[in-house]
């Protein structure tokens, strides 16, 4: 099945520092991918929409200017949480859809930590 | 996107079957309803979609009324492996392009 890629799956930083993730999809193209957040017992909270050669679009409440997304090709989306604070620290999923019927697929999510 | 309701938790005994069933009265005539496994710091794992009636493969079956407005995803003989969340999602299309918005999910226990 499709299978989707996320890294790093673990990342403790100082406060104030930029953070990347990164999410490939291994076997599919995705013109859409997704970003989610989740805290310690509590769902997935969708952030935004990742689009392939365009602007991301995002979820209400959540900061853009926080948050970029960069969707440069078909296999890569990734995420940069700017000047992190500790409040920023979460579980950060990424998904991505196949073609024709294919259910979106996750990635193992990133432990975000920050001191 | 239709909106779905799942019971908080459920708790159940290895070798039984498990039913959660979900809620999605607002399900668009173009909507699949999918089911997704969640264990502890990873990302939701994919179980089964359906459109109606019922869907059966090797981990689960999903049953959906002609209605659609509710389905019920039946795990047969759990395993305390099967210990995790089961989020119920209405998928626009089936088609993996369109966002999805989680639910509370069902926290399962599984006791020997």
């Known amino acids: 099945g499709a299978v989707v890629s996320q890294h790093p799956s673990w990342v403790i930083c100082k406060s104030g520092t930029s953070v990347k993730i990164e999410c490939r999809s291994l076997?599919?193209?995705?013109?859409?991918m997704f970003w989610y957040r989740q805290f310690p017992k509590q769902s997935l909270m969708l952030m935004a929409t990742?689009?392939?050669?365009?602007?991301?679009?995002?979820e209400q409440g959540v900061e853009k200017d926080k948050f970029l997304i960069n969707h440069a090709s078909l296999t890569l989306s990734t995420l940069t949480v700017t000047s992190a604070h500790p409040e920023d620290s979460s579980f950060y999923i990424c998904?991505?859809?196949?073609?024709?019927?294919?259910?979106?697929?996750f990635g193992d999510g990133t432990r975000l930590s920050i001191l | 996107l239709a909106k779905t309701t799942q019971p908080i938790s459920m708790d159940s005994y290895e070798g039984q079957e498990v039913n959660i069933t979900c809620s999605h009265n607002?399900?668009?005539?173009?909507?699949?309803i999918t089911w997704y496994q969640q264990f502890p710091s990873q990302g939701p794992r994919f179980i089964i979609q359906?459109?109606?009636t019922k869907v059966t493969n090797e981990v689960a079956s999903l049953f959906i009324p002609a209605d659609r407005k509710s389905s019920t995803l039946s795990l047969p003989r759990v395993s305390l492996s099967d210990t995790a969340v089961y989020y119920c999602?209405?998928?626009?299309?089936?088609?993996?392009?369109?966002?999805?918005?989680f639910g509370t999910g069902t926290r399962l226990q599984v006791f020997p």
């Open positions: 990742s689009n392939e050669g365009s602007k991301a679009t995002y």
């Open positions: 999602l209405v998928e626009r299309g089936g088609l993996g392009g369109d966002k999805l918005i």
């Open positions: 998904s991505g859809g196949g073609n024709s019927n294919q259910p979106q697929h």
């Open positions: 359906g459109y109606k």
């Open positions: 076997d599919f193209q995705a013109t859409t």
């Open positions: 607002n399900i668009a005539t173009n909507d699949y």
